[in-house]
Every structure is written in structure tokens, then in C-alpha cells.
């Protein structure tokens, strides 16, 4: 079956969050009292589980091989929202500030910063713009328009 690439991302995390289920019920029902029935058959699901992991693994290269002419813009996306957490942890408090450790008062320390609170929200505010640009403009428009053969006869079967 042929579907759009944003498709085949929303039929991969189905995928995933099935997996999981999967691995929850064979956690859960894999030990039981003797005599007690069991909730799942668990090496059916193992079974199962399996089959879709390899659906899993070939939908993945495929949405991989398909993005390749936007890869730049999801590496950049990435990058810019590591920018982003790193301002966010960029301390601009300034100014003075009494100390104080478990073993002493150290007194008054006055800091001096370079970036400030306003500097780093608007660089934020201007990285988070770059991140809407490239996924709407690029991203989700690429995805909307490139084809990907799901290999999925029946998606209820997910």
C-alpha cells in the first residue's frame, strides 16, 4: 500500500505504540499462578510482536530513504533545538547575590553577565520561529506530498 510519507510516520508510531502494548502484555501475564488461566497467550504475542518488529524495521529504512532531500532541514531542526535547550540553560542571573554553602556564609558575590534573561528569550524566540518555518514550509510540506509503499496490505491489522 502506497501512502503519504506524514502517513507512514502516523502508521509507524501505531506500529510502536502496538509493540509496546504487546511487551506490556507479555510482561504481565507471563507469570502465573499454576492453575490460574492466563490473560494473553505470550508466545503468541512474542510471536506477533516479532512480526510487527520486522514491519517496524522495513517501514523505518523506507521513511528514512524517503526523506533523504530533506535531510539537511531535520538535522538543522535538530541542531536548532539543541541551541535552544542550551540557551535555556545559560545562567543570566545578575547582579548581587548572597551565598551561602552547608559549610560557611560566603558572603555577598556579585555577577556580571554578557547574555541576559531578555538577550536569550529572544534569541529562543527567534530559533523557535527557524523551527516553524522549516517544519511547515519544508517538513510537513515534503511529507504531505512524497509517497511511501508501507508494505501493510491491511492497517487494521496493526
Not at 510502536?16 to 501475564?29: A, C, G, H, N, P
Not at 538543522?76 to 551565598?99: A, C, M, Q, Y
Not at 554553602?101 to 529562543?124: A, H, N, R, W
Request: charge should be neutral.
Amino acid at each position: 500500500m502506497e501512502v503519504t510519507l506524514a502517513r507512514a510516520l502516523k502508521i509507524k508510531k501505531r506500529i510502536v505504540e502496538r509493540i509496546l502494548k504487546y511487551e506490556e502484555d507479555i510482561t504481565s501475564s507471563n507469570r502465573a499462578i499454576v492453575g490460574n488461566p492466563r490473560d494473553v497467550n505470550v508466545i503468541e504475542a512474542m510471536g506477533l510482536k516479532k512480526n510487527l518488529k520486522n514491519i517496524l524495521i522495513d517501514l523505518k529504512v523506507k521513511i528514512h530513504e524517503a526523506g533523504a532531500p530533506i535531510r539537511k532541514e531535520i538535522f538543522t531542526l535538530s541542531e536548532i533545538k539543541s541551541d535552544i535547550n542550551f540557551l535555556k540553560s545559560v545562567p543570566t542571573e545578575r547582579g548581587k547575590v548572597h551565598r551561602r554553602s552547608m559549610l560557611m556564609d560566603e558572603g555577598d558575590v556579585e555577577y556580571t553577565v554578557e547574555l541576559t534573561k531578555p538577550d536569550t528569550d529572544k534569541q529562543i524566540k527567534d530559533l523557535q520561529k527557524e523551527i516553524d518555518r522549516i517544519q511547515f514550509d519544508v517538513i510537513d510540506k515534503f511529507n504531505s506530498i512524497t509517497m511511501v509503499e508501507v508494505g501493510i496490505d491491511n492497517l487494521d491489522e496493526i
